[in-house]
Every structure is written in structure tokens, then in C-alpha cells.
């Protein structure tokens, strides 16, 4: 089997923008107000308090903007795990982690959207898939015993389709009298 390639990272807006940091601080704060918190992209709370940080790392009001934000995020994550929209909750987690890096969220968070993302694909496929996921669960920390789970389940999930396979052209074989010989229901079988 090939080395699982890498699930594509979600694009996350890390735009800083230049200007004094008074005025970086006012339009932070006026897209606090307006609910700008992550979007559009180069306008909002995020890339303004991280503007403000680029300058003055130790900006207080920056910081505490980007705790309220991150406030933010969790909560829109925990409704897209719960509203199972696993694609917007990849891009609030990388976009927490951007915000507050080390925010206790992030580990945990990371754990629960592989849960629910590697859970899926094995319950509605598309099964190429599982292995990319199941190294980015490992990545973010998910247990080995849960990985060991996960990789003894996608074994069997790939026996079973491949004996369905094997089954469908059997019937399809028998169903054409093709019994014996080349391309026959005995050597598929075999």
C-alpha cells in the first residue's frame, strides 16, 4: 500500500496589514462589534489584533482581542462537529490555532474532528481516504490504541469489499453460463 498522502491543510487568512497600531486597534475593535470576527478575508478581528502583535507582541488589548475571538471560534466549532460539518470545523480549528496556538483547545479539538472524520470514512467510505486520515489523527495526538482500532476496522472493511468483489463477478460469470475456463466463475473463484 502507498504512504498515505496528506490531507490538504484548510486555507486560513494570515494576512497582517500595515498601519499604526491605534489605528489597527480601532478597526479590530469596530469588527468586533460588526461580528467581522474571521471574515472577509484581510478585513476582520483576527488579522487586525494579529496586525497589532506583528508590531507589539506584548499589546495587551491585542491579546485580549485575540482570547475573545478564539472565544468565538470554539463555539462555531463545536456546532459544525455538532451540525457534523467536519470541512468548517477543520478550517475554525486552523484558524483557532492561528489565533491562539496554544489555546487548551487545539489538542482536543484536533482528537474530536479526527474522530468524527476517520469514523465517517469508515462508515460512508470513499475507504482511500482512511489511511491520510487515520496518520493525520495520529498527528494530532489521537491515541494508539484508537489508531490500531481504526487500521484493524479499514482491514476488514477492504476484505469484505474485496470478497464482494470477487462474489459479483462470480454471479455475473454464472449468470452468463461462463462455468468453466478462461473468465469463468471457477477462476474467479480461485
Known sequence: MPPPTPLPAPAVDTSIVRGQVEDLLEKASRAMFERRFTAPRGANALVYYRSVLAVDPTNGEALDGLRRVSHVLISRFNDDI???HYNRASLVLATLRLAEPSNAHVRPFGIELSNALV????????????????AQAARRGVPAAQIATWQSALTGLQAKRQIQKIAGQIARRIDANRLTGPASAQTALA
Open 82 to 84: 455538532a451540525q457534523q
Open 119 to 134: 469514523n465517517q470514512a469508515l462508515t460512508n467510505g470513499p475507504l482511500a481516504t482512511v489511511p491520510a486520515l487515520i
